[in-house]
C-alpha cells in the first residue's frame, strides 16, 4: 500500500506560495485567526496554522476573545477585524459557543476574506461548481491531495463518510465537480460496511476513532482519512485503522502527516488568493 504523505503536497503547495509572494511588493498578505475560549484543540490548531504560514513567509495574528463573551460584542469586534484594510483572510474557529449566533457572523463576513469557506456566499459556489470562492480548507486539502498523486476521480466511486458543512458534504461537491459519482454516509446509513466496501475511493471524515477497517475498505480501494483523534496511547491516530487496511487498500493517507498537514497549506493557499497574490 502507497502511503499518500501530506508533506510532499504542502511542500508544492509552499513553493508555489513562495514563487507568487517573490513577485509581490509590500508586506505579505495576512491571516487574522479568531478564537472564542481556550479550547486546546483550537489552540494547537491556531498555533499549527500560525506556525506553517508563518514558514511559507506570511502574516498571522491572533484575535481571542473570552468563552462568556455577549454575541454584541463579539459581533463588534468581528466586524472591526472584517472591515481591516491590512486583514486579507479571516480564518474563525468553530465552533462558538452557545450565545454567539454563528449564522449572523457567516452573513457578515466578507466572503472574499472568507478564506475557510463559512460564508453563505461560498457555500453557494461550492455547491454550485463555481471555483471563483473558496471551499473549507480539509475539503480542498483531500483535493490536493489525490490531485498531487494523480489519483483520477472522473468517473470513480467515490463515498464519503460524513456530512457535515465542514468536511463531508463540501468535499462532497468537490468531488462531483472532478465527476466521482459520490455517496454519502451518515449515522442513519444503512449497511455502510457494504457502502463503503463497494467505494473505489473511501474518504472518512466520521469523527470517529479507528472505525473503518478492512471490512470497509474493498480491494484496491483509495482511502483517505480526515479524521483526528488521540488513542489511548496517547498518540494521534485517524477515523480509519491504518494498520488493518494495508492488505486491501492501494493508497492511503495515514494520521499524522496526512490530510491535516496539508489543510494549513490550503489556508495559505487561499489567503494569497484572497490577497490577489495568486493565480491558479
Ligand atoms: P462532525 O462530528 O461535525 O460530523 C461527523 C459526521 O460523521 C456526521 O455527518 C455524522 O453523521 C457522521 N458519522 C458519525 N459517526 C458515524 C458512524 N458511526 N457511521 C456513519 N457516519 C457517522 O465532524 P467533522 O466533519 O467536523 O469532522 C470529522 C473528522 O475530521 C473529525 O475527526 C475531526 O477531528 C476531523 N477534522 C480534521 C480536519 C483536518 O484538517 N484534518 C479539519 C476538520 C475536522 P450524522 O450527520 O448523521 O450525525
Redesign the pocket.
Known amino acids: 500500500m502507497i502511503e499518500l504523505k501530506g508533506a510532499a503536497v504542502s511542500a508544492q503547495i509552499k513553493e508555489q506560495v513562495q514563487k507568487a509572494l517573490a513577485k509581490r511588493p509590500g508586506p505579505p498578505p495576512k491571516l487574522a485567526i479568531i478564537r472564542v475560549g481556550e479550547n486546546p484543540d483550537d489552540l494547537s490548531y491556531e498555533k499549527g496554522a500560525r506556525k506553517k504560514l508563518e514558514s511559507f513567509g506570511l502574516r498571522s495574528q491572533s484575535f481571542s476573545y473570552p468563552k462568556q463573551i455577549s454575541h454584541a460584542r463579539f459581533y463588534e469586534a468581528f466586524l472591526q477585524i472584517n472591515q481591516d484594510p491590512d486583514v486579507d483572510g479571516i480564518l474563525l474557529l468553530l465552533p462558538l459557543p452557545a450565545q454567539i449566533r454563528f449564522p449572523e457572523i457567516a452573513q457578515a463576513i466578507d466572503p472574499k476574506k472568507d478564506v475557510d469557506g463559512i460564508s453563505p456566499v461560498n457555500i453557494a459556489k461550492v455547491f454550485a461548481g463555481e471555483t471563483d470562492g473558496f471551499a473549507p480548507c480539509?475539503a480542498e486539502?483531500v483535493m490536493e491531495i489525490l490531485s498531487h498523486y494523480g489519483v483520477e476521480t472522473a468517473g470513480k466511486r467515490a463515498v464519503v463518510?460524513?456530512?457535515?458543512m465542514?468536511?463531508?458534504r463540501p468535499l462532497s461537491m468537490l468531488l462531483l465537480q472532478q465527476n466521482a459519482t459520490v455517496t454519502i454516509?451518515?449515522?442513519?446509513?444503512r449497511n455502510?460496511e457494504l457502502v463503503c466496501r463497494d467505494a473505489e475511493l473511501l474518504v472518512a471524515?466520521?469523527?470517529?476513532r479507528k472505525?473503518l477497517d478492512e471490512r470497509y475498505v474493498g480491494k484496491d480501494a483509495v482511502v483517505v482519512d480526515?479524521?483526528?483523534?488521540v488513542d489511548q496511547e496517547g498518540k494521534l491516530c485517524g477515523?480509519v485503522d491504518f494498520d488493518r487496511i494495508r492488505d486491501c487498500a492501494s493508497m492511503a493517507t495515514p494520521v499524522p502527516g496526512g490530510?491535516?498537514s496539508v489543510?494549513t497549506a490550503v489556508l495559505a493557499k487561499h489567503l494569497m488568493r484572497a490577497a490577489g497574490a495568486f493565480e491558479e
Open positions: 480539509t486539502a463518510v460524513g456530512r457535515s465542514v468536511v463531508g454516509c451518515h449515522t442513519r446509513t455502510l471524515a466520521a469523527g470517529q472505525m480526515v479524521g483526528i483523534h477515523d490530510v491535516g489543510t
